[in-house]
T-cell receptor, first 115, second 110 residues
């Protein structure tokens, strides 16, 4: 069964450093998402991406965040200058169409720890 | 008011028993509803969509009450492997933007 993959599985970084989280969505999917889950809290939507541009972003997704699809397979989330509160699990998701019964398939996540 | 609210539990359920729990949502314009399952430190996985007329998938039954703005999940004949956190997920007025509840923890005991 096709699956979304993410790398790295864990990332430890110093506050103020840039991090890039990588995702390979399911190959025939066209809609991509990033979510985050702070430990013990709910999963929160960050951004949706389609046709090489952002479709929607949340209040969390400020100027420190950016997304890119640099080639035909990867989808990346960059945090320019990490803060302590960016420590969370970051999930990538993809779907083939955003309709009423859309199924988003989630990757296994990258656990980011900012020290 | 939170957009999607759930009883965090835990619901401790003997193996073979039935457990049910609800989720409320605040946006009356919400269009789609789902139950996802999340195991500890893992990604959310779709359990089932929730249709207006209610629907069943094996031992799992989901109901939607639009008037009262809640959805429910019932698990029959609980298995040890049903132990997980069950996430209520709603799509409001933005395609693709899943809104998650904080989850209801279910612990099935032998």
């Amino acid at each position: 069964e096709p699956e979304v993959t993410q790398t790295p599985s864990h990332q430890v970084t110093q506050m103020g450093q840039e991090v890039i989280l990588r995702c390979v969505p399911i190959s025939n999917h066209l809609y991509f998402y990033w979510y985050r889950q702070i430990l013990g809290q709910k999963v929160e939507f960050l951004v949706s991406f389609y046709n090489n541009e952002i479709s929607e972003k949340s209040e969390i997704f400020d100027d420190q965040f950016s997304v890119e699809r640099p080639d035909g397979s990867n989808f990346t989330l960059k945090i320019r200058s990490t803060k302590l509160e960016d420590s969370a699990m970051y999930f990538c998701a993809s779907s083939d169409k955003p309709d009423l019964q859309e199924t988003q398939y989630f990757g296994p996540g990258t656990r980011l720890l900012v020290l | 008011r939170k957009e999607v609210e759930q009883d965090p539990g835990p619901f401790n359920v003997p193996e073979g028993a039935t457990v049910a729990f609800n989720c409320t949502y605040s946006n009356s314009a919400s269009q789609s509803f789902f139950w996802y399952r999340q195991d500890c430190r893992k990604e959310p996985k779709l359990l089932m969509s929730v249709y207006s007329s209610g629907n069943e998938d094996g031992r799992f039954t989901a109901q939607l009450n639009r008037a009262s703005q809640y959805i429910s999940l019932l698990i029959r004949d609980s298995k040890l492997s049903d132990s997980a956190t069950y996430l209520c997920v709603v799509i409001g007025d933005s395609w693709g933007k899943l809104q998650f509840g904080a989850g209801t923890q279910v612990v099935v005991t032998p």
